[in-house]
């Protein structure tokens, strides 16, 4: 008897459990995805069921692409009569029915004109917020490239007659990019450019560092964006014409004598001595260039300091490497390389500036062996305080501080080549050469 009960028990439950579980598969949800034409800051429900309060109905979940999504959980087990709500603003669709329209079944053609889900419909619907039909949106996500949210993000162009505050502002995104939704699409091609907090972009030196999203450009006084009929919704970031985590080019350039103004000049800037990118003056006798973002080609380049463009010419016909661009005989232009990093060099010449013939004596610098495969020992009269060792393109490959008058210095992980040493003491520096074998 106790085991024919216990039997009965343990069926019991196990009815008991597959009722829940069948009973649970028919808990579903109904999703409705909405399309907003034009930016948002909140879309609600509206209804019989809320008493038509336009704020009383659930809020939709911002997809951060011009939709927004409805999760109803469970589905409703009655139909459901409803309006879309945009920023208190409750659609009216008799418009729409009247012209053909059939989104809004439930209305008169005059005074109401109401959506409407049947519980035999399907759990997952799109709609488009005020009218039957999709957008004909054109969609310009912007990343602003900051880690401070800005107070305002506008387009201007000639469609606005190039006013700061007359173009459309953009809808902020969860992910912290920008949309602007232009409904309809522009029919014509449009030329734009974005403003951020009332600082509009500067695409003039992306172009010449061979940038490509500013087409509409003389390389010198403008550089526009142009958005062209037929190539859909675009992706851009603000002031730049790579995405955000692109590097910037940093060129720290030795000048080994007085200098007012120093630039860079190469093919991009039509070799003229005065189109390129200026140098930041140190102070100490070194500039530094930061072109921002990083080209994306490689860059061919000369230095001109005051005007005067370096003539690299004779330092390659003498063994350097810093211009391998040339004919060692009438061109001589220095390269930089995508992923070579940030590079410092010399005006005029391959090797960073010597000091003086009494400089180097007081400090007495031995190197040796040289060439090498390994180390290479230093030895001094006076304390070494720092040793920095230079590729022939000015690249700084090693660098330590010391305090020492023997110094043992490991160059096992340098390529093979000719390299420039410059040692650091407390009355100057002596500046050498060595081959790593």
Request: contains cysteine.
């Amino acid at each position: 008897m106790i085991l024919r009960r216990l039997h009965n028990l343990k069926s019991a439950l196990l009815l008991l459990i597959g009722c829940c579980a069948f009973g649970s598969s028919f808990a579903q949800d109904l999703i409705i995805t909405t399309e907003v034409c034009n930016s948002a800051n909140e879309v609600r429900l509206t209804g019989p069921w809320w008493g038509w309060n336009p704020a009383g109905g659930p809020v939709a979940v911002n997809n951060g692409n011009g939709t927004w999504t409805f999760t109803l959980s469970p589905a409703p087990t009655a139909d459901m009569e409803y309006l879309l709500v945009v920023d208190g603003v409750q659609e009216n669709l008799i418009s729409a029915m009247q012209n053909g329209g059939t989104c809004a079944p439930v209305t008169d053609y005059f005074s109401y004109a109401n959506r409407k889900w049947l519980t035999t419909d399907p759990l997952t619907i799109s709609n488009t917020y005020g009218q039957c039909t999709a957008c004909n949106n054109l969609l310009i996500n912007v990343d602003v490239c900051s880690a401070t949210a800005p107070t305002s993000v506008r387009m201007t162009g000639p469609f606005w007659g190039w006013d700061p505050n007359a173009g459309p502002i953009a809808s902020a995104n969860p992910d912290g990019t920008y949309t602007f939704y232009l409904n309809p699409a522009p029919t014509t091609d449009m030329e734009y450019l974005i403003i951020v907090d009332g600082v509009q972009e500067n695409l003039i030196s992306d172009m010449q560092n061979g940038g490509s999203c500013a087409p509409v450009t003389d390389y010198f006084s403008y550089a526009n964006r142009k958005w062209v009929v037929g190539s859909g919704d675009v992706s851009i970031n603000y002031d730049r014409c790579v995405p955000c985590d692109y590097p910037d080019l940093v060129i720290t350039t030795e000048v080994c004598d007085s200098a007012t103004q120093v630039n860079l000049t190469g093919p991009i800037w039509q070799w003229n001595p005065a189109f390129g990118p200026q140098a930041v003056d140190n102070g100490d006798g070194t500039w530094t260039f930061t072109i921002s973002p990083a080209p994306t080609d490689t860059l061919e380049y000369l230095l001109v300091k005051d005007g005067v463009m370096e003539n690299l010419i004779s330092e390659m016909a003498n063994g350097g490497g810093c211009a391998p661009i040339t004919d060692y005989s009438t061109y001589a232009n220095r390269q930089w390389i995508i992923g070579q990093g940030a590079i410092s060099n010399t005006y005029d010449r391959c090797s960073p500036c010597a000091l003086g013939v009494e400089e180097f004596s007081q400090m007495d610098v031995a190197i040796y062996p040289n060439p090498t495969n390994a180390f290479i020992t230093l030895t001094s009269s006076k304390a070494i305080e720092k040793i920095e060792v230079y590729s022939l393109v000015g690249e700084l490959v090693l660098s330590t501080e010391t305090n020492k008058f023997v110094v043992e210095l490991d160059i096992t992980s340098l390529e093979a080549g000719l390299y420039t040493v410059n040692v650091h003491g407390a009355n100057g520096m002596q500046t050498a050469r060595i081959v790593k074998n």
